[in-house]
Nanobody, 125 residues
Framework: EVQLVESGGGLVQTGGSLRLSCAAFGITFEDYAIGWFRQAPGKEREGVSC????????WYADSVKGRFTSTVDNTKNMVFLQMTSLKPEDTAAYYCAAGPCGGDFYFPPSEYDFWGQGTQVTVSS
């Protein structure tokens, strides 16, 4: 059974930092990359970042470049999203998902096969 479990969300002030974790069970990073998506109320789910544990490909949305960093720990089958300089517009439910990742190519949510339950990030102004 494939399971993705996010953790690390919370409430932070503008300019603060959070680190999200995604633990993957039942898949390997040789077969799947991990994407991070977020969805704010009333908005569509959007890609934030993705990272491939097999070839090191990383992609970031323009809105988070320079502020968010994705890393992978292949020994623990975990992916992390370090978020710094957080803004109120970063407030959303954040999800990790298993699917494709190409360094310069955005893969939409429909391309991802497995999803975590999400973790809430709230940035206060």
């Amino acid at each position: 059974e494939v399971q993705l479990v996010e953790s690390g969300g919370g409430l932070v002030q503008t300019g603060g930092s959070l680190r999200l974790s995604c633990a993957a069970f039942g898949i390997t990073f040789e077969d799947y990359a991990i994407g991070w998506f977020r969805q704010a109320p009333g908005k569509e789910r959007e890609g934030v970042s993705c990272i491939s544990g097999s070839d090191g490909s990383i992609w970031y949305a323009d809105s988070v470049k320079g502020r968010f960093t994705s890393t992978v720990d292949n020994t623990k089958n975990m992916v992390f999203l370090q978020m710094t300089s957080l803004k109120p517009e970063d407030t959303a439910a954040y999800y990790c998902a298993a699917g494709p990742c190409g360094g310069d190519f955005y893969f939409p949510p429909s391309e991802y096969d497995f999803w975590g339950q999400g973790t809430q990030v709230t940035v206060s102004s």
